[in-house]
């Protein structure tokens, strides 16, 4: 079974800076998805940004971008620029890659992020 | 806007007495899930519905039961509620195929007293 590890339980950083939120994994195929998805307080979690193994590149997103290391089985999460809206928790997870099915998917225990003035 | 509702978004119950929580939307996707989130723990998929197909995780308890009456409702029932089972219920939607964004409610709180 696929596993996926965050361990950093909270993290702070100040408004303007940059910081950037660990995540490995562990699963023994080769095709999968990953994501970062934010849970604010109170409201429904929602995609940050997702990465599709196969490909090479790391994906961005505005002032969100990833470092995926695939042989290292590593998928942090960086976050430039820092703004107070961006304090939630943010949970790592791990899709499946299989023709045909849902999209199935094993999350981490979560970081959270506070943003201080 | 398109989205995923969830009512409610509390819920108490009292322990053995059954509930059942829904989730609905609006983006006529193929897939439901419902997962179970502790406080300070990751969510735990329960089950998911592909169109009509119920999907059961391997782990999850005979207690919980599921149904989805149309493309857009689903609902997760909880026959014999035990104090374990308060948590927060996440509903979230997908298109059909692996990979795919998933879209979540705002969860359902429940409390067994």
């Known amino acids: 079974a696929q596993t996926v590890t965050q361990s950093q339980p909270e993290m702070s950083v100040q408004e303007a800076e940059t910081v950037t939120l660990s995540c490995t994994y562990d699963t023994s195929e080769s095709d999968y998805y990953l994501f970062w998805y934010k849970q604010p307080p109170s409201r429904q979690m929602i995609l940050v940004i997702r990465q599709e193994a196969y490909k090479q590149q790391n994906a961005t997103e505005n002032r969100f971008s990833v470092n995926f290391q695939k042989a290292a089985k590593s998928f942090s999460l960086k976050i430039s620029d820092s703004q107070l809206g961006d304090a939630a928790m943010y949970f790592c997870a791990y899709g499946e890659s299989f023709t045909g099915t849902a999209s199935k998917l094993t999350f981490g225990t979560g970081t959270r992020l506070q943003v201080t003035l | 806007d398109a989205m995923v509702i969830q009512n409610p978004r509390y819920q108490v119950t009292q322990f053995g007495k059954p509930v059942t929580l829904s989730c609905s939307q609006t983006?006529?996707?193929?897939?439901m899930y419902w997962y179970q989130q502790k406080s300070s723990q990751a969510p735990k998929l329960l089950f998911h519905y592909y169109d009509k197909d119920f999907n059961n995780e391997a782990d999850t308890p005979d207690n919980f039961q599921s149904r989805r009456p149309n493309t857009s409702f689903c609902f997760l029932d909880i026959r014999s509620p035990g104090l374990g089972d308060a948590a927060m219920y996440l509903c979230?939607?997908?298109?059909?195929?692996?990979?795919?964004?998933?879209?979540f409610g705002p969860g359902t709180r429940l409390l067994v007293l």
């Open positions: 979230a939607t997908s298109g059909p195929w692996s990979g795919e964004t998933q879209y």
């Open positions: 983006l006529n996707h193929n897939v």
